[in-house]
């Protein structure tokens, strides 16, 4: 968990990012560290460049009195990656393969030969607050006395009950330059997976899929008593492992999925070889999705909870449940800037895709707001929400029939707990948000009875919150059109203050450049007054963001080469926007190579603050917008983010139909941010 937040923490810091094991254990499975770093973070670098050697072929190496060889080997592997590389996290070895002194010594002498600064990490778990203290300063006096240079110590896995003691005696007791953090130990990190134990156990799966198979078993039961002693030991989160033979506990364990009386189990491992009776299997395969694995081993229950109970749990890359809840508890715990100024990151200027999302995930955790969405019975909107909740992004409502929501909950194995959900249909408020919205449009006829009715639609219901202040911001349109998405917006919430035009912009992430493009969703023939306050609202959406907007007014001529009735109608956007807002850098018209490149900007627009150099580009109507959005997309693999409404008074968000769960998530976190910045202009 630690490797994983640091990495988190300096991947957003840096262009190139490269990890490196001086030496991992060899065999057929690949080192799950580099699997998780390589997999979580997109790095381009082949398997073999991220580690030196195996253990077997160092234990060779020592053994033999080549133990300078060795050294030069891992030098050598380290500084062919280096080249690729702006900065590289250097994990040393886990202390599994050789003794804990040869280890340690051979981690010290490598962190000196790399010239790397140490992080030391040291576990909490079965020690008392002062005995964990003792391990922390005996580790650090250690690697000084190896003339490491020291940036941080991490303590992890203290019990929580231990951790205001733990923080006392490091007031008192730890004086150095060098910070020292605190992590209490958390449950479903340190809890294997269903997978895992089956992996483990080598057992047969009967019933599960992937999502299933990722769930914590927190703790395991033996059911050796009848069925109703043995539900009244059930805790959230239990294995149960039991004989093949058992009906009455199979069918127990199943049930209690489907009940609110009754924690939900994780799994249920069958022992003894023995598959449950026909009748039994029948029952079961009845339902359209188990609620939980089902496992069978051929060992007797004895054997096979001592397998279990020997099982530990990794952060593999296959389990992005796991990692959010990794990074999430990582974060809130550690202070990531003291951190940051400690390992020295030198801060890139270039904003890259992934600096940009962990900008947006960043900037909504500090100032956490309420977005409701309206889709919520929808497997990808669920799927994201619970990576939202275990990075502690926004608190999300979910509206739609309560009942189905939460069966697709149980269907999908999501752990939604702190999510509220609410049913328009039977919600106190309809009726309150059905006399708003007939004020609202009593000008365009509106009834109480209609407006009422209409508050039945999700769209209207989520938008009425926003406007009553029970919400901060709204996401939807993974199931509905752009119309049945903004609609709500345009009769309830309306445009801001100067600014009668609703736009959207995307976030074009480039490999080494974030850019503004808009409008590509909104408004197909827009005329000067409207384009200028799409200029407009995109450059502020630009520095709502972190980016300096240098605005570029498209057309098909640049400058004053060109004529007609479409390059007229950019300049005189261009002249409207710039006597608006007189502090925003913008040239118009302007081609697209002109604006974005440099050399091209020195030959037709050389005096230019924005040619060359443009970072929000707006275009004259929706067609060129969309394909040209859509065409660098697929031709330059950009990460495209959006569309992103702008004028609105109050954030609502459309997402395409075909979206992925990171889109849901990426548009969740820039409605959190565009709340906050709303609510405290």
């Not at 969405?373 to 999300?396: K, N, T």
């Amino acid at each position: 968990m630690v490797l994983l937040g640091i990495t988190e923490l300096i991947s957003h810091r840096i262009n190139k990012l490269g990890f490196f094991r001086p030496m991992i254990h060899g065999g057929d499975v690949p080192d799950n560290d580099i699997e998780l770093i390589r997999s979580q973070y997109s790095l381009q670098t082949s398997y073999d460049s991220h580690y030196a050697v195996t253990y077997d072929h160092a234990l060779d190496l020592s053994s033999s009195g080549r133990e300078h060889e060795l050294l030069e080997l891992i030098l050598a592997k380290y500084k062919r990656l280096e080249e690729q590389c702006d900065f590289i996290i250097c994990e040393g070895t886990d202390f599994s393969g050789l003794s804990s002194a040869v280890e340690f010594n051979f981690n010290a002498r490598i962190a000196n030969h790399l010239g790397c600064p140490v992080l030391i990490t040291g576990s909490g778990k079965n020690k008392s607050p002062a005995e964990t203290l003792e391990v922390m300063h005996a580790a650090r006096r250690e690697f000084v006395r190896e003339h490491c240079t020291i940036a941080a110590s991490i303590i992890n896995r203290i019990a929580p009950d231990d951790l205001k003691e733990t923080s006392r005696l490091l007031k008192t007791d730890w004086n150095y330059e060098d910070p020292v953090f605190t992590l209490p130990e958390r449950q479903k990190l340190s809890a294997p997976t269903i997978g895992e134990i089956a992996s483990a156990l080598d057992a047969r799966v009967l019933h599960g899929d992937p999502e299933s198979m990722m769930c914590e078993a927190l703790n395991f039961k033996i059911a050796a008593m009848q069925l109703p002693n043995f539900l009244n030991h059930v805790e959230q989160g239990s294995l149960v492992i039991t004989p093949g033979d058992r009906a009455d506990i199979i069918l127990g364990c199943v049930a209690t999925a489907f009940s609110d009386n009754y924690p939900k189990i994780s799994g249920l491992v069958l022992t003894g070889g023995f598959e449950p009776v026909a009748q039994v299997n029948r029952l079961i395969d009845g339902f359209a999705r188990v609620p939980i694995p089902i496992l069978l081993v051929e060992s007797d229950t004895h054997t096979t909870s001592s397998r279990v109970d020997a099982v530990h749990a990794v952060l593999a890359s296959d389990n992005p449940r796991k990692i959010a809840t990794a990074l999430g508890f990582f974060e809130s715990h550690v202070d990531s800037e003291t951190l940051a100024r400690r390992i020295e990151v030198t801060h890139s200027t270039v904003v890259t895709p992934l600096m940009f999302e962990y900008q947006l995930i960043t900037r909504a955790k500090t100032n956490r707001q309420h977005i409701v969405l309206p889709e919520g019975a929808e497997d990808r909107v669920l799927q994201a929400c619970e990576i939202l909740l275990r990075r502690e992004v926004a608190e999300l409502t979910l509206l739609g029939n309560a009942e189905k929501i939460r069966a697709k909950i149980v269907t999908l194995g999501v752990d939604l707990n702190g999510i509220t959900i609410v049913d328009p249909a039977q919600s106190e408020l309809r009726n309150h948000f059905g006399e708003i919205f007939t004020e609202l449009r009593s000008h365009k006829g509106m009834t109480l009875d209609v407006a009422t009715d209409m508050m039945l639609d999700v769209n209207y219901f989520g938008t009425m919150m926003i406007q009553e202040g029970l919400a901060d911001g709204m996401v939807s349109g993974s199931m509905h059109t752009t119309a049945q998405t903004i609609r709500p917006a345009f009769q309830i919430i309306k445009t801001r203050e100067n600014c009668s035009t609703v736009s959207s912009a995307f976030f074009m992430c480039l490999s080494d450049r974030v850019l503004i493009y808009g409008d590509c969703a909104i408004n197909p023939n827009p005329n000067a007054q409207q384009l200028a306050d799409i200029a407009i609202a995109s450059a502020d959406t630009a520095l709502m963001f972190g980016i300096e907007p240098r605005v570029a007014m498209l057309s098909y001529s640049t400058g004053q080469s060109g004529h007609g009735e479409d390059v007229d109608r950019v300049t005189e956007a261009t002249r409207i926007a710039r006597a608006a807002r007189p502090d925003l850098k913008i040239e118009g018209p302007i081609q697209y190579d002109a604006a974005i490149d440099a050399s091209v900007a020195s030959t037709k627009l050389p005096d230019s603050e924005v040619a060359g150099r443009a970072t929000v580009f707006i275009f004259p109507d929706l067609n060129t917008g969309n394909n040209t959005y859509k065409a660098v997309q697929r031709s330059a693999g950009a990460l495209a983010i959006g569309p992103v409404l702008q004028g609105l008074r109050k954030p609502v968000n459309d997402l395409s139909r075909g979206c992925t769960i990171t889109d849901i998530v990426n548009t969740v976190a820039i409605t959190a941010v565009q709340a906050y910045v709303m609510n405290s202009n």
